[in-house]
Antibody, heavy 124, light 107 residues
Framework: QVQLVQSGAEVKKPGASVKVSCKAS????????LSWVRQAPGQGPEWMGW????????NYAQKFQGRVTLTTDTSTSTAYMELRSLRADDTAVYYC?????????????????WGQGTMVTVSS | DIQMTQSPSTLSASVGDRVIITCRAS??????LAWYQQKPGKAPKLLIY???TLESGVPSRFTGSGSETEFTLTISSLQSDDFATYYC?????????FGQGTKVEIK
């Protein structure tokens, strides 16, 4: 079935970096984009940025510009999100989510398939 | 940034009730609005996109309406599986933003 499977939970110290992976299966990876969305405990989701399937186009939320890098590896149908200079308020569940980058479905830029989430805890 | 404000924050209802959740955008987003359902410990699930189009597989008791700055999600007859938190999401302009959520709990 169509799914996104993310890497496991991470615990990091302030100032460190984290890299989360998101492996797609059940659909053609090169046909969709991927967004990354995070959700702090008890808060609403927060969009971080998206990347096209061919790794040739990205868009980052201004809040994360310079601190986040999104990449893809089409050979393994895997996307990655790296967040640097971690702070305590980066503690959150990080999700990857599929988006219809080419709008073939007519849905627009919504997130129709989500990964299971990766808990990232930043603590000294 | 476009701010999305949901009301109420929490809603207590019984099975069979009609439930209405409101989402207001701080500026005109046309119909570029989606609704998601999230259960504890799970990822959000897409319910509605383009303000009123039901995602495939979503029960017809869910209805979305509205445009520009005012939107509603209606559950016509609440089922036990519908107790969850609901989020609106605008994708009209960057950065895409979400509402703070409406928790639907058992009365």
């Amino acid at each position: 079935q169509v799914q996104l499977v993310q890497s496991g939970a991470e615990v990091k110290k302030p100032g460190a970096s984290v890299k989360v992976s998101c492996k797609a299966s059940g659909y053609t990876f090169t046909g969709y984009g991927l967004s990354w969305v995070r959700q702090a405990p008890g808060q609403g989701p927060e969009w971080m940025g998206w990347i096209s399937d061919q790794n040739d186009n990205t868009n980052y939320a201004q809040k994360f510009q310079g601190r986040v890098t999104l990449t893809t590896d089409t050979s393994t149908s895997t996307a990655y999100m790296e967040l640097r200079s971690l702070r305590a308020d980066d503690t959150a569940v990080y999700y990857c989510a599929r988006m219809d980058y080419y709008d073939t479905s007519g849905k627009g830029d919504v997130f129709d398939i989500w990964g299971q989430g990766t808990m990232v805890t930043v603590s000294s | 940034d476009i701010q999305m404000t949901q009301s109420p924050s929490t809603l207590s209802a019984s099975v069979g009730d009609r439930v209405i959740i409101t989402c207001r955008a701080s500026q005109d987003i046309s119909s570029w609005l989606a609704w998601y359902q999230q259960k504890p410990g799970k990822a959000p699930k897409l319910l509605i996109y383009k303000a009123s189009t039901l995602e495939s597989g979503v029960p017809s008791r869910f209805t979305g309406s509205g445009s520009e700055t005012e939107f509603t999600l209606t559950i016509s007859s609440l089922q036990s599986d519908d107790f969850a938190t609901y989020y609106c999401h605008q994708y009209r302009s960057y950065p895409w933003t979400f509402g703070q959520g409406t928790k639907v709990e058992i009365k």
